[in-house]
């Protein structure tokens, strides 16, 4: 048994196949992203398959959810979505195959008796497992039967597995598994081999939450006549303390992420990372990822889960876009601060000076507010400070020659200034801190210079000359 058997096309062909019963978490973003990098990488496909048979817990809103989170992801697929719940009738016929072919077999043994299997086995130190009862009654089809694969008793089925190695099951292990209940659905493990099959699913790529059930899915490969796929069962997404990842580690939807200010390719960058490395390199295009994606670099331990990190890296893909980039992406955040702001040159200049110090869009709205806030209000303790009779003179002197500057560039400020120092005899930030405050309503902000630039003459004259008017207002002492 080969995992590159060449009976399979050459063009790589990948799945993703959640099932619908919640948002699209953050391990199962990662299991897209790979199939999808795959695909991408090798110039082949990704298929999309919904499986939704677990009718009880699958939602059309879920399946919505999903379909948002990998738009905003970038992640498209090229064959699909497929449901499995429109997929009954291909099942039966696989189902009546195997039948027919001896490798499956009706099954009418009670839960009663399933059970007193399970006791005796468990009694006599044996796994539980179906004891065979009916492996070679020949039973005929019936409403209470149901259908079991016949498995092999002995021997050893292998998983050939990219990232782990070839795995070895022990057959008597494995049980005569359900393919088809009592009331004619079939069973997960089931759909997915005939899936994959008539899908012409060549790649693999999943948790390896999964690997226990990769031995059923191989037999029934063997039985079905069809060469397997290659497997690469990925280590799960832990918590930075080693546990499962849950809530208790951040946000797992992947929509969250989105909501707090990301940047998709922050998002794919960092869950590419969560298993797949390329030398010592953290920060990857999307492009790159698709250049240099594969299967052979793929991680044997757990992907971590830092919070801190990905905030870190989200910081790190504002600082390297284009202002223009980010406009929209921006837009929506700052509306949820309560300003409107315009898709323009004002809205870019605004985002050049706060991208390197904005770790998420919604940061980098906040600070973007005083851009847009007039009248400006101060902050209390920012003005108490600052605001007060010492600062009229240099911020009076520095409005008058901003009125009379030609130029509102950078060099020409860093000129006047200059000469305020010179006349008023008053260091930089003793004229910079007032201005500031005056300009932006608090102590902080990006540097001077570019906060004047940025907000063009208009605006910072008459912002300056509202705080002198303010301070010129201060009851004396
Ligand atoms: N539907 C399964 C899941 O969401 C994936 C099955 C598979 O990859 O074979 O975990």
Not at 439 to 445: A, F, N, R
Request: aromatic share 8%.
């Amino acid at each position: 048994m080969s995992n590159t058997p060449d009976t399979l096309a050459d063009t790589i062909v990948t799945r993703f196949p959640p099932s619908p019963t919640g948002y699209l978490h953050v391990g199962g973003a990662r299991t897209a992203l790979f199939n999808w990098l795959y695909a991408r990488h090798t110039g082949g496909k990704m298929v999309l398959r919904i499986e939704d048979t677990d009718t009880a817990r699958s939602t059309q809103a879920s399946v919505d959810a999903i379909f948002e989170a990998l738009e905003w992801l970038g992640i498209d697929w090229d064959d699909g979505p497929y449901y499995q719940t429109q997929r009954f009738d291909l099942y039966k016929a696989h189902i009546d195959q195997l039948v027919a072919s001896g490798d499956a077999y009706f099954c009418t043994c009670t839960a009663e008796e399933i059970e007193a299997m399970r006791e005796r086995a468990k009694a006599s130190g044996d796994k539980p497992r179906y004891d065979g009862t009916c492996r070679e009654r020949n039973l005929s089809p019936s409403t209470d039967a149901v259908v079991r694969f016949k498995a092999p008793l002995t021997g050893t089925t292998v998983v050939p597995d990219t990232v782990k190695g070839n795995i070895v099951f022990q057959n008597n292990e494995l049980d005569d598994f359900i393919i088809c209940r009592s009331d004619g659905t079939p069973t997960y493990n089931f759909v997915v081999v005939v899936d994959d099959i008539t899908m012409g699913i060549n790649t693999v790529i999943r948790g390896d939450d999964h690997v226990m059930n990769t031995p059923k899915q191989i037999l029934l490969y063997n039985a079905l006549g069809a060469a397997l796929p290659t497997y690469a069962h990925v280590p799960m997404v832990l918590g930075n303390d080693r546990t499962r990842l849950s809530k208790r580690h951040g946000a797992m939807s992947v929509t969250a992420y989105r909501d707090m200010g990301f940047l998709p390719q922050a998002v794919l960058n960092y869950l590419v990372r969560l298993g797949w490395s390329h030398g010592d390199q953290e920060f990857f295009t999307v492009a790159e990822l698709i250049e240099k994606f594969g299967l052979d670099s793929i991680g044997k331990s757990a992907g971590i889960f830092d919070a801190d990190k990905l905030q870190a890296l989200n910081g790190d893909h504002i600082q390297a876009s284009a202002a223009a980039d980010l406009v929209p992406h921006l837009l929506p955040f700052m509306a949820a601060e309560g300003y409107s702001a315009e898709a323009g040159p004002y809205l870019e200049a605004v985002i050049k000076t706060l991208k390197p110090r904005s770790k998420t869009l919604v940061e980098m709205a906040q600070a973007a507010h005083f851009y847009y806030n007039d009248p400006i209000v101060y902050e209390e303790k920012a003005a108490k400070k600052f605001l007060k009779a010492a600062a009229l003179e240099p911020v009076q002197l520095l409005t008058e020659k901003l009125k009379a500057s030609e130029s509102f560039e950078e060099k020409a400020l860093e000129q006047v200034f200059t000469a305020v120092m010179a006349e008023t005899g008053l260091k930089l930030g003793k004229i910079a801190q007032p201005v500031r405050v005056a300009l932006t309503g608090t102590t902080v902000s990006p540097g001077i210079f570019e906060v004047i630039a940025v907000l063009g003459r208009e605006r910072v004259i008459t912002r300056l000359t509202a705080a002198l008017s303010y301070i010129a207002a201060l009851p004396e002492g």
